[in-house]
């Protein structure tokens, strides 16, 4: 896929997940994007860091914590997307409230790798500090599971 269709689609992810109304918000076309043995790599040097591998891992281990640690559906929204050739760069802001009513709007950078058409990896650079703040230390049990 050119950059531009790589940018198109990462718009498209990112229009269908940031709806205001939890309900409506729609993940399915980053799922159906994702490679199968897709890595999302949290970049750092906290609890959080490590490399999801495979679509599952992603899917169930990172984004499935996160969300069972938000009152609704998790809500990122893009500020910018910036392309070039199989990398698409996304800078974004979350809108999130945990179950205990603290906000989590992290700051994020998301670096997405392009191949055959799929997202092949994904880097993710965001405040550590407030993720940890907010959202505690990553669970051990998650963290076997993640590899």
Known sequence: MSAAANKKLM???FAAAASPDPDVRDRSLFGAS????AKWIVTGQYS???TFT???????DLHGYVRSRLRDRARTVA???????????V???GDNVTLEGVRYDNDYCLVFRFEDGK????REYCDSVLTEKVLGR???????AAG
Not at 54 to 60: C, E, F, P, T, W
């Open 11 to 13: 718009q498209d992810i």
């Open 119 to 122: 997202i092949k990896e994904i």
């Open 91 to 93: 800078e974004a802001k």
């Open 79 to 89: 500020e910018r997307f910036i392309a070039d050739g199989d990398i698409v760069v």
């Open 34 to 37: 994702l490679a199968d043995d």
């Open 54 to 60: 495979g679509k599952d891992a992603i899917l169930k």
């Open 48 to 50: 959080w860091s490590r």
């Open 138 to 144: 990553f669970p051990q049990a998650a963290i076997r």
